[in-house]
C-alpha cells in the first residue's frame, strides 16, 4: 500500500514496501528548551536552522509541532507552517492536538501534508477526521483509546482497526493513514518492545497498511540510548514498520543501513551517498 504526501514541489511515497520514508523530529518544543524559547521570542531564523538540518540528514517530511504552553497555538502554527514552506521543499507533518491549529494551518500547507496525528479516543476521532478528510490529507492513527495505551498487541490491533473503519466512513481511504503501534520505554518494562513489533507485525497483516514510529521512546531511561534506538528500528523494520519520526542527523544512517540490509537500496546507492556526504560534511568542518 502506497500512502502520497506531498509538498509544493516534491513527492514522498510512503510504502509497505519500502524505502523508509524519515520524518524530521527536531521541530518540536517538547524536551527541547532552545526551540521553545525561539518560539516564545518569535525567532523564525533559529526555526529554519533546525528544519534545514533535518533535511540536510536525510529528512523526507518534516514534523512540526509548535505546543508552547501560553502561545496561541491556532496562528502560530500556520504562520510557522507558511514561513517552512519558504525554505524547505519536502512535505510537511502537522503536529498538534488542537483540531483547530490544525484546520488553520492545513489551509496554507503546500501539497498534500500529514497530520500527526487521531487515536481511538472518541472526541478525537469526532474532531480531527473530519478535518482531515476536508483538506485531503493523510494522518498518523495511534493506537491508543479512552482506555489508554492498550498492554497486549490484540488489543492495540483493535484500535487500529476502529480509527480505519471510522476514517472509513468519512471517505479517508485506507492509503492514507498511517498506524502508529506506540512504542513505550523498555526500560519501565522489558516487554514493551516486544509488543509494539508484535502489533506492527498484526496490523500489517491484518490491514496492510502503513506503519509509524516514534523511535526515540524505547530507549528512555536507558544509558547509550542510540544504540537501544538503532536496535529496535532495525527490528521494527523488519517486522514491517514504513516510516518513522525520528531525528535525522542522530539516526538516517541507521535507517539506510536497515534499507540496505532489508534488500530496498540497490547496489546500496543511498546508503553509500548519505556515507559520502556526512564524510565529507565532517572534514570540511573539520578543515573550518
Same mark, same amino acid.
Given at each position: =500500500?502506497k500512502?502520497v504526501l506531498?509538498?509544493?514541489s516534491q513527492e514522498?511515497?510512503?510504502s509497505t514496501d519500502?524505502p523508509i520514508?524519515m520524518?524530521?523530529?527536531r521541530?518540536n518544543?517538547?524536551?527541547?528548551?532552545?526551540?521553545?524559547?525561539a518560539l516564545? &521570542?518569535?525567532?523564525?531564523?533559529?526555526? !529554519?536552522?533546525q528544519?534545514?538540518?533535518?533535511? %540536510?540528514?536525510? &529528512?523526507?517530511?518534516?514534523d512540526?509541532?509548535? &505546543?508552547?504552553?501560553g502561545?496561541?497555538?491556532?496562528?502560530?502554527l500556520?504562520?510557522?507552517v507558511k514561513?517552512? $514552506?519558504?525554505?524547505? +521543499?519536502?512535505?510537511?507533518? #502537522?503536529?498538534?492536538?488542537?483540531?483547530?491549529a490544525?484546520?488553520?494551518?492545513l489551509?496554507?500547507?503546500?501539497g498534500k501534508p500529514?497530520?500527526?496525528? @487521531?487515536?481511538?479516543?472518541?472526541? !478525537?476521532?469526532?474532531?480531527?477526521l473530519?478535518?482531515?478528510?476536508?483538506?485531503?490529507?493523510a494522518v498518523?492513527?495511534?493506537? =491508543?483509546?479512552?482506555?489508554?495505551?492498550?498492554?497486549?498487541?490484540e488489543?492495540? #490491533?483493535a484500535?487500529?482497526?476502529?480509527?480505519?473503519e471510522r476514517? /472509513?466512513?468519512l471517505?479517508?481511504?485506507?492509503e492514507?493513514?498511517?498506524i502508529?503501534?506506540?512504542v513505550?520505554?523498555?526500560?519501565?518494562d522489558? !516487554?514493551?518492545?516486544?509488543?509494539t513489533?508484535?502489533?506492527?507485525?498484526?496490523?500489517r497483516?491484518e490491514f496492510? @497498511?502503513?506503519?509509524? #514510529?516514534g523511535a526515540?521512546?524505547?530507549?528512555?531511561g536507558?544509558?547509550d540510548?542510540?544504540?537501544?534506538?538503532?536496535?529496535?528500528?532495525?527490528?521494527a523494520?523488519?517486522?514491517?514498520?514504513?516510516?518513522v519520526?525520528t531525528d &535525522?542527523?542522530?539516526l538516517? $544512517? /541507521?535507517?539506510? %543501513?536497515?534499507d540496505?540490509l532489508?534488500g *530496498?537500496?540497490?547496489?546500496?546507492? *543511498?546508503?553509500?551517498? +548519505?556515507?559520502? !556526504? =556526512?564524510q %565529507?560534511a565532517? $572534514?570540511?568542518?573539520a578543515?573550518?
Open positions: =500500500m500512502t506531498k509538498s509544493e514522498v511515497i510512503v519500502g520514508v520524518i524530521g523530529e521541530i518544543p517538547t524536551g527541547r528548551k532552545k526551540l521553545a524559547a516564545q &521570542a518569535g525567532d523564525l531564523e533559529y526555526i !529554519k536552522q528544519a534545514l538540518q533535518q533535511v %540536510a540528514f536525510g &529528512a523526507h517530511v518534516l512540526v509541532n509548535v &505546543a508552547v504552553p502561545l496561541d497555538e491556532k496562528s502560530l500556520p504562520a510557522v514561513f517552512l $514552506a519558504q525554505h524547505v +521543499h519536502i512535505p510537511f507533518c #502537522l503536529d498538534s492536538n488542537n483540531p483547530e490544525l484546520a488553520a494551518a489551509q496554507v500547507t503546500p500529514l497530520v500527526n496525528s @487521531v487515536s481511538g479516543e472518541e472526541a !478525537k476521532l469526532r474532531d480531527i473530519p478535518v482531515v478528510k476536508a483538506r485531503g490529507a498518523i492513527g495511534l493506537t =491508543m483509546d479512552n482506555a489508554g495505551i492498550p498492554a497486549d498487541a488489543a492495540r #490491533l484500535v487500529a482497526g476502529k480509527i480505519i476514517a /472509513a466512513k471517505g479517508i481511504p485506507a492514507d493513514l498511517i502508529d503501534p506506540l513505550l520505554s523498555v526500560g519501565a522489558q !516487554k514493551a518492545a516486544a509488543v513489533l508484535k502489533t506492527i507485525a498484526l496490523v497483516r496492510g @497498511v502503513n506503519v509509524n #514510529l526515540s521512546n524505547v530507549s528512555f536507558l544509558p540510548r542510540q544504540t537501544v534506538n538503532q536496535a529496535f528500528l532495525a527490528l523494520f523488519g517486522a514491517g514498520a514504513s516510516c519520526i &535525522a542527523e542522530k538516517a $544512517a /541507521a535507517v539506510l %543501513a536497515s540496505l532489508l *530496498r537500496d540497490p547496489y546500496g546507492k *543511498r546508503y553509500l551517498t +548519505h556515507v559520502r !556526504k =556526512m %565529507a565532517a $572534514a570540511a568542518a578543515k573550518g
